[in-house]
């Protein structure tokens, strides 16, 4: 069964409260499948493969210049229309924008970011948002310190 990926607009929408002037919450409301207020290390790996599937256009396995170019997009519209763009590069948010950039994900520096290129980042990824060191994401990581 082919799984059919959400268009990007689709994919970063955010329906609820919580995130609205909450650091992290717009992340949180993201990421956290399970509705517990915190995102798992499961959780992160499963969205960024969804996420992969999302922004692979051509469904070959890899996101090139023009597919990431995409996904940058993406992200930025999707932090000014939820007000997070503001103090995006701070804290806690630095690290999720940072886990998602070209350079943080290409790991052989070809240009292309490949799924298990991708994939692979996500502990690494994972461990820099989890300022708290508790093996959780919440909004707590994302206070200012």
Known sequence: MKLVPLTAAAF??????FAAGVPGGHFVENWD???NGSVSLAE???RRSDIFATFDANENGSLDAEEYADFDEARRLDME???AGEGHGKGGMKMVQQG???????ADGDGVVTQDEFM???PKW????????DD???TQDFAKR
């Open 100 to 106: 998602m950039k070209l350079n943080f994900n290409d």
């Open 33 to 35: 499948l399970d509705g």
């Open 44 to 46: 992160v790996t499963e």
């Open 126 to 133: 994972f461990a820099m948002m989890d300022r708290t060191g």
């Open 120 to 122: 692979a980042a996500v």
């Open 12 to 17: 970063f929408a955010a329906t609820s409260v």
């Open 136 to 138: 959780v994401v919440d």
């Open 81 to 83: 229309s939820n007000g």
